[in-house]
């Protein structure tokens, strides 16, 4: 069978489509009436859980009731813009403990650093919202678990913020490489090279930021003094807070792998290197060059990550290429391209689509947390989704951590196969009084 772009536009549903992805809004017997605007709060408002709120509040189905920073700069800065911008003004608070404490509150945002993700969501949840929590679900393994156990103990709505998941981009692709046009996908190659990746640039501890509630930043991570090249946004670099390029990118991209097959399974092979090879002078832990290879029953999946550079294959800085017989699929959030293979094996003229509706992913996706809230359905990307991926970027970062070269992971145990190092990264050790919640 040849691939054309007729051909290629039909499988994929695209001639005749579709603005908007969101699942099917089951409406009838929902928990509350769909006028309802559902109020909303957000942990950590200085970069994406600002952006997901207002994202949320665009929709005009749903206000802020409250807003929460340990940074009062951040706090009343947004609150400012809110105002402003949509003339809304919630209740501000430093202590999450507190707005939780609201019981006005039907759903929160969760837009702090990754260390934080599973106090404040299993938190929101046990007092009885629905969670919009930011990538990766959260900063190691057992903490994803505890977020999945506890949606499942108190029937919460999650939707994990892997907005491609609602997007019009990837669901196009996803009906495509499924209509078997392309015969078997058999490899996905996805790689993410930024310079920010690798970490910012060093310079002396200071004294805390006025305003800055330092000790609530720290949270359960071990106790360190102020640097701002571990602090807003810089904290993505270092172990305690964040995993790299790994869990910033490699949850958005191999996701999309994952997909394509409906994989849910967790993984049970990864084999790879992480180093700091260049850029020494900046400051971070985590990697700048770094790889993994999944190894699934029919299907590879490969991961790269270059930090302190950006440029990378066919011209993206970040990308996924799924390999199958009949062609090569490279897409990004913007388009995909299509590289038929030829009769003879070589490649034919390439077809590139841009496939959107004008509806961004963000947009998309907040819509479809909304729908959920409403009907109870599961989200586009629900906690079970979230924590699976999250699970294959930790298992890269533990196996270079350790230098293992390879791990095997046994599910039923929830351990890695004879590794103790590995098997000691699984669960956190928290500090300063914090515990791991009892789900
Ligand atoms: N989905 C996406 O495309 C996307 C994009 C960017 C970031 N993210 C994710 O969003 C999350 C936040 O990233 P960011 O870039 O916005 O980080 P950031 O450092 O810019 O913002 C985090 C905010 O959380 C606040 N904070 C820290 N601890 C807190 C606490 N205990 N209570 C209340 N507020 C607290 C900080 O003061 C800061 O204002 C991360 O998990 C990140 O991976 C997702």
Redesign the pocket.
């Known amino acids: 069978m040849g691939v054309s772009r007729r051909s290629f536009l039909k499988a994929s549903g695209l001639g005749y489509l579709v603005l908007g992805t969101s699942s099917a809004v089951a409406w009838a017997g929902s928990e509350r009436p769909t006028n309802d605007r559902i109020r909303v709060g957000v942990?950590?408002?200085?970069?994406?859980?600002y952006n997901v709120l207002r994202e949320i509040l665009r929709t005009g189905r749903a206000v802020c009731v409250a807003m929460?920073?340990?940074?009062n700069e951040?706090l009343q800065r947004r609150a400012a813009e809110l105002k402003k911008d949509m003339g809304q003004t919630p209740k501000l608070y430093v202590d999450?403990r507190k707005m939780l404490e609201n019981r006005e509150l039907d759903a929160v945002v969760v837009?702090?650093?990754?260390h934080?993700?599973c106090l404040h969501a299993v938190y929101a949840m046990e007092a009885g919202m629905d969670v919009y929590v930011?990538?990766?679900l959260a900063n190691s393994i057992h903490e994803c678990n505890l977020i999945a156990a506890a949606a499942e103990r108190y029937g919460r709505v999650v939707q994990v913020?892997?907005?491609q998941r609602s997007g019009d981009v990837w669901n196009g692709l996803m009906n495509y490489l499924r209509s078997g046009e392309l015969g078997e996908l058999r490899r996905v190659n996805c790689w993410a090279n930024f310079a920010y990746g690798a970490g910012a640039p060093r310079v002396p501890d200071t004294s805390v930021p006025e305003g800055v509630d330092f000790g609530?930043?720290l949270?359960p991570a071990p106790e360190r003094s102020f640097n701002a090249s571990r602090f807003?946004?810089n904290?993505?670099h270092f172990w305690d807070y964040g995993g790299g390029l790994m869990t910033?990118w490699e949850v958005?991209l191999l996701d999309m792998a994952l997909w394509a097959k409906n994989i849910t399974a967790e993984p049970t092979n990864v084999s790879g290197f992480g180093k700091n090879l260049s850029g020494l002078d900046r400051d971070r832990e985590t990697y700048d060059t770094q790889s993994a290879l999944y190894e699934l029953d029919d299907f590879l999946i490969y991961w790269q990550q270059n930090g302190g550079v950006e440029r990378g294959p066919y011209g993206k800085s970040y990308g996924v290429e799924y390999v199958c017989d009949r062609g090569t699929v490279v897409a990004d959030r913007e388009d995909w391209t299509l590289y038929p293979e030829g009769k003879d094996g070589s490649t034919e003229q390439a077809y590139a689509f841009k496939l959107r509706s004008g509806r961004s992913d963000m947009e998309l996706h907040v819509n479809n947390f909304l729908d959920c809230i409403h009907s109870r359905n599961k989200p586009n990307c629900s906690v079970e989704l979230g924590r699976n991926v999250a699970l294959y970027a930790h298992f890269g970062n533990v196996l270079a951590r350790t230098d293992s070269g390879s791990l095997r992971w046994n599910a039923s145990q929830q351990q890695f196969v004879a590794n103790a190092a590995a098997n000691r990264m699984i669960v956190p050790e928290y500090h300063h009084g914090w515990k791991l919640p009892d789900v």
């Open positions: 942990i950590g408002c200085r970069n994406k859980g929460c920073d340990v940074d951040v999450f837009g702090s650093p990754d934080w993700h930011e990538k990766p913020g892997q907005q609530l930043w949270g807003h946004g904290w993505r910033d958005h």
